[in-house]
């Protein structure tokens, strides 16, 4: 369902065509045959080399980016180049150098394409389940609290808690979101984000609602570390836009809960928190989701802004951290149509990975980045090398752009479906069309909101036991994977 900031977030995004359209440097295509093979060569035998690292790992972070199917990495990828004044072909998204890869199933127990709540709940807790539910069971169905509690899965996150490490989130998305939410809640519906969205008989049989539980439901002395957008789901009604029908504010209540804890809810806020003397931090940018990247304001951090204060925090405790880190509005892009949105959003991702890299020890620390799932986003045509990542397919050697059968140009990005579809005759598309603040790349199925796509996404994996990160997985087993490198639910046994 695309949230109602979005129309305007979009708009906004879109405006920034002209002023973010990367300068194009001139595509490699004189590299000679001698040099392919040679590079190629050189590649495999650095492989041949890598040594796999079976220490037990010290820390985690797992990097989700929301709806980053295998199309959005290969667009992403070649912004990011664009962006530096190259081609684009030829770069890596930072993780995309990772040593370990592969492929991963996405779908849901009783649905063949997912959604982020149920792939958050195999992610975080070792077991599949059903559409739209956070960490209940597969037998419970969604929408139902009589008997949830009794299928709990338990997360990732309680068991570091119980093993005495530290936790955190990091979210661009609302923190009662389906992805961030698995971290921390238990819920039959992911709508339950605020009580006021509580039905009667989720009241009745005692279920709370996702935001209160970033208090109340932790194992050990809970987050360490919440930052991400949603402040309106944690105030009471008649403070600012808040939601909350029980009168609770939860910021407050952060603070109160233990010594040294801190609030904030602008970037030179968070720039000024003094980590040192810190104990808990919680950080609420945004009303809803925070900002888009490609219009995103002072006011807001970035993912990796976000990413670097959570693993100073985190980084504190001596017996290791969980970190879980998502781009969430990757998927809030693609779902309005707006490819603009969510590659920015892509490449701000592949920063954020960037900065934890320079912050931990890759002998000590595992990291993977995956998508919950994917999207129905498409690059098509023949364009040539270095063609604008937004702009029309123009083939090799042509400085025109290519026609299909009406006679009319199209853009290499495309949706199978979504709000960029057009009635009646398809328009007559030229740059300054696809410069327009309002244009989204055509789709083909009108629909209010573009979906998911159900193909395999990807994971990259460095660190101790990232190699288990290999060949085909179900989604459930990157939990296990977690898990073993952590030896974590040994530990939280004891």
């Known amino acids: 369902m695309i949230k109602h900031k979005l129309k305007a977030a979009l708009v906004a995004a879109s405006a920034l065509s002209t002023a973010f359209l990367p300068t194009i440097g001139q595509a490699d295509d004189t590299k000679s045959a001698e040099a392919w093979l040679t590079d190629g060569a050189s590649t495999i035998a650095d492989r ?18 929301d709806g980053m199917g295998i199309s959005t990495l290969t667009a992403g990828r070649i912004l990011e180049g664009q962006l530096a004044g190259h081609s684009g072909e030829e770069n890596y998204l930072s993780f ?19 959604d982020s709540a149920g792939t958050a709940s195999a992610l975080n807790t070792g077991s599949k389940t059903r559409i739209g539910v956070i960490n209940t069971g597969p037998s419970q169905p969604k929408g139902v609290c009589k008997g949830a509690m009794a299928t709990a899965l338990t997360p990732l996150a309680y068991y570091a808690e119980k093993a005495g490490m530290a936790t ?8 009662t979101h389906a ?6 809640a238990h819920s039959p519906s992911r709508e339950w984000e605020v009580d006021s969205q509580l039905p009667a008989e989720a009241k009745e049989n005692g279920c709370r609602d996702i935001a209160a539980q970033i208090l109340d439901s932790m194992q050990g002395d809970g987050l360490e570390v919440a930052l991400g957008g949603g402040r309106r789901n944690f105030l009471p009604q008649g403070m600012g836009k808040g939601r909350r029908a029980d009168g609770r504010n939860i910021p407050q209540e952060w603070l109160e809960s233990r010594d040294g804890s801190a609030y904030v809810e602008t970037a030179s806020d968070l720039h000024k928190v003094d980590i040192a003397s810190t104990s808990r931090l919680l950080g609420l940018f945004d009303d809803s989701h925070m900002q888009f990247e490609a219009q995103r304001s002072d006011d807001q951090p970035d993912l990796a802004d976000m990413t670097a204060a959570a693993i100073k925090m985190l980084q504190k405790d001596d017996d290791g951290f969980y970190l879980m ?3 969430g509005r990757i ?3 693609h779902h309005g149509g707006s490819a603009k949105a969510a590659l920015f959003d892509t490449v701000a991702l592949s920063k954020a990975v960037k900065k934890a890299l320079e912050m931990v020890d890759p002998e ?17 045509g023949y364009p040539k090398r270095g063609n604008p990542i937004f702009g029309l397919v123009t083939g090799p050697h042509e400085t025109e752009p290519t026609l299909a059968e009406d006679g009319k140009p199209y853009t290499t990005l495309a949706y199978q479906n979504g709000p960029g579809a057009v009635k009646g005759e398809r328009p007559h598309l030229t740059e300054d069309i696809i410069a327009d603040p309002h244009f989204r790349p055509q789709a083909l199925v009108p629909t209010r909101s573009e979906t998911h796509g159900g193909e395999d996404v990807a994971v990259f994996g460095i660190g101790p036991w990232s190699h288990l990160a290999n060949g085909m997985l179900e989604q459930n087993e990157i939990f296990h994977i977690m898990d073993y490198a952590l030896k974590l639910r040994e530990r939280a046994s004891k």
Request: proline share 3%; net charge positive.
């Open 179 to 184: 992805t961030p939410a698995a971290v921390y």
């Open 364 to 380: 000590e620390t595992l990291i993977l980045v995956t998508a919950d799932h994917s999207h129905v986003f498409t690059m098509a």
């Open 96 to 114: 995309e150098r990772f040593p370990n890869t592969g492929l991963v199933k996405t779908y849901n127990v009783d649905a063949q394409v997912a």
């Open 331 to 333: 998927d809030h892009g």
């Open 168 to 175: 955190g989130i990091v979210s661009t998305a609302r923190l």
């Open 325 to 327: 880190v998502e781009a």
């Open 48 to 65: 041949a080399e890598r040594k796999v690292n079976t220490k037990r790992a010290k820390n985690v972070i797992l990097f989700i980016g």
